[in-house]
Antibody, heavy 118, light 107 residues
Framework: QVQLVQSGAEVKQPGASVRVSCKAS??????????IHWVRQAPGQGLEWMGW????????KYAQKFQGRVTMTRDTSISTAYMDLSRLISDDTAIYYC?????????WGQGTLVTVSS | DIQMTQSPSSLSASVGDRVSITCRAS??????LAWYQQKPGKAPNLLIY???NLESGVSSRFSGSGFGTEFTLTISSLQPDDFATYYC?????????FGQGTKLEIK
């Protein structure tokens, strides 16, 4: 079965950077039209789309809000996607999810809590 | 950017009730719409894709309809497990955006 397993919780100081990883299994990671997205959810809030990576080509698209601060990459040899977010502020405290898109977001990682606090 | 607006924001209902949640897009998205269910402490779960297609393994009590700018999620007969928060999302073009959510509570 399809699984996305994310890295563990992080606590970061304001101004720092964080990397969250997402290891895929149960399907061909770089298959055509199996894109990976990143979505975050602040405490008690709704879902916010951050961006997308095509594991096949490495192509990316980011939400305007995160342009210049977020970088999404992948390593096809280990079926893993990464999301780097820099210049963290307290409002970046959230659960970060990686998600596979087939038609809609059909498989979600378990989520990674990133806490930004001094 | 396409804005997604759900209504109501919260809803109280009883087991066995039929309920509907509406999602409106700020411009036409065809049928590029999905619905998700989220329970506390869990990742969202895909219910409906391309507006009306039921995801594999999801109860047939859930159905979706709509085209263009107005969409509806209907739960035919509420079960205790259905009390959760529901989100719509368009995937017509970047950036994909979600509705603000509808919290379904037990009356």
């Amino acid at each position: 079965q399809v699984q996305l397993v994310q890295s563990g919780a992080e606590v970061k100081q304001p101004g720092a950077s964080v990397r969250v990883s997402c290891k895929a299994s149960g399907y061909t990671f770089s298959a055509y039209n199996r894109h990976i997205h990143w979505v975050r959810q602040a405490p008690g809030q709704g879902l916010e789309w951050m961006g997308w990576i095509n594991p096949n080509t490495g192509g990316t698209k980011y939400a305007q809000k995160f342009q210049g601060r977020v970088t999404m990459t992948r390593d096809t040899s280990i079926s893993t996607a990464y999301m780097d977010l820099s210049r963290l502020i307290s409002d970046d405290t959230a659960i970060y999810y990686c998600v596979r898109e087939v038609s809609g977001f059909d498989s979600w990682g378990q989520g990674t809590l990133v806490t930004v606090s001094s | 950017d396409i804005q997604m607006t759900q209504s109501p924001s919260s809803l109280s209902a009883s087991v066995g009730d039929r309920v509907s949640i509406t999602c409106r897009a700020s411009q036409s998205i065809g049928t590029w719409l999905a619905w998700y269910q989220q329970k506390p402490g869990k990742a969202p779960n895909l219910l409906i894709y391309t507006a009306s297609n039921l995801e594999s393994g999801v109860s047939s009590r859930f159905s979706g309809s709509g085209f263009g700018t107005e969409f509806t999620l209907t739960i035919s007969s509420l079960q205790p497990d259905d009390f959760a928060t529901y989100y719509c999302q368009h995937y017509n073009s970047f950036p994909y955006t979600f509705g603000q959510g509808t919290k379904l509570e037990i009356k």
